[in-house]
């Protein structure tokens, strides 16, 4: 007969309580005017890195729950029905799917993920929201703002990803 034993799992309650803060506090970061600079027009999308760096180090359920966390809480401060909750989840259930089977967990791999998950993000949010609903898409607006908030995004990965692993490593149970 087989006894659960719920206190073993204290460190991953402990380190999934961080994780809500640290996603609340990079949202509000992320939306808060003022708080990070625009840099060429571009702004940074912090949510996304931290989703992507947390995905990395979680299986794919928990990856998933953190990513539509993040994207709640973006879609309540912007005009998006939905689409950064869906965007988000799943970039999350790939990029731990993609760390669980195919690739490394280091810091190259964490750049490579997080580049292809921000312009997978972009190409997404301009394709569903200008293209699809007639806004004027010049080049412009493209080299004006996405592709500075590209690069501006992927600056937080380093970050990000150490933070992550900190809490992780040091909140992780005897059987992960």
Known sequence: MRILHYDNNKPKYIRYAIYVVSIAIVVLLQNSRGALPEIMGGRAMLAL?????LAMHEREVAAAVFGALAGVLLDISSVND???TLVLMAIA???????SRIMQNNIVTALVLNVGATIIYFLLY????????GAPLTTRV??????????YTVIFVPLF??????IYVSH???DE
């Open 49 to 53: 890195p931290f989703v992507v760096s």
């Open 82 to 84: 939905g689409f950064n």
């Open 142 to 151: 493209l080299g004006g703002f996405y592709l500075p908030s590209i690069v």
């Open 161 to 166: 990803y150490v933070i992550v692993k900190r």
């Open 126 to 133: 301009v394709v569903i929201n200008l293209i699809f609903t």
């Open 172 to 174: 992780k149970t005897a």
């Open 93 to 99: 259930v790939v990029c731990s799917l993609f760390i």
